[in-house]
T-cell receptor
Framework: DGGITQSPKYLFRKEGQNVTLSCEQN?????MYWYRQDPGQGLRLIYY???????QKGDIAEGYSVSREKKESFPLTVTSAQKNPTAFYLC???????????FGSGTQLSVL | GQQVMQIPQYQHVQEGEDFTTYCNSS?????IQWYKQRPGGHPVFLIQ?????EVKKQKRLTFQFGEAKKNSSLHITATQTTDVGTYFC???????????FGSGTQLTVLP
């Protein structure tokens, strides 16, 4: 089946720890995105990548980092600089600008 | 920057009643998309509107794009329990390459 796979489904972070969320797609999409969703709120863009080896900051990039070494993969690292990391993180991809987004099933990150 | 407001934030309806959510943008949109997120799930694309004044229907769902391309609405006729979830609008403005999402309307359907 073609789609986007996010792992893990649940993740816990200790104080001062960096954690990495995985996102893999086999849709052959060029563009990939990371969104953060807080309870009762919309989706806020963290980072996006239009092409391999290139990525751009979104609206709330502080405390996060990404890489795009392969077309299929767009991992997100939540660094210790992100002081309020508890949220639902969604990865998405699409074929091009103005196309629809395909979302992964999300990762719920909590702080211990 | 571009802002997309969506109202209401929450809506409880009795099964069989109609439901409408409204989306308003601070800037003119080149297109607008609608997504549905079931409880505990991820957003799923419903539809995209591109033309001024466009109206599209999907069974009991009717989507409209305003004449000025700054607002949109989703109307559900005779809601069912399967309609439960959060409905998001998301728009592209002319210069922005990324979607800006509304805050969503959480629909609860009471049996």
């Amino acid at each position: 089946d073609g789609g986007i796979t996010q792992s893990p489904k649940y993740l816990f972070r200790k104080e001062g720890q960096n954690v990495t969320l995985s996102c893999e797609q086999n849709l052959n999409h060029d563009a990939m995105y990371w969104y953060r969703q807080d309870p009762g709120q919309g989706l806020r863009l963290i980072y996006y990548s239009q092409i391999v080896n290139d990525f751009q900051k979104g609206d709330i990039a502080e405390g996060y980092s990404v890489s795009r070494e392969k077309k299929e993969s767009f991992p997100l690292t939540v660094t210790s600089a992100q002081k309020n990391p508890t949220a639902f993180y969604l990865c998405a991809s699409r074929r091009g600008t103005n196309e629809k987004l395909f979302f992964g099933s999300g990762t719920q990150l909590s702080v211990l | 920057g571009q802002q997309v407001m969506q109202i209401p934030q929450y809506q409880h309806v009795q099964e069989g009643e109609d439901f409408t959510t409204y989306c308003n943008s601070s800037t003119t949109l080149s297109n607008i998309q609608w997504y549905k997120q079931r409880p505990g799930g991820h957003p799923v694309f419903l539809i995209q509107l591109v033309k001024s004044g466009e109206v599209k229907k999907q069974k009991r769902l009717t989507f409209q794009f305003g004449e000025a391309k700054k607002n949109s609405s989703l109307h559900i006729t005779a809601t069912q329990t399967t309609d439960v979830g959060t409905y998001f609008c998301a728009g592209h403005s002319g210069s922005a390459r990324q979607l800006t999402f509304g805050s969503g309307t959480q629909l609860t359907v009471l049996p």
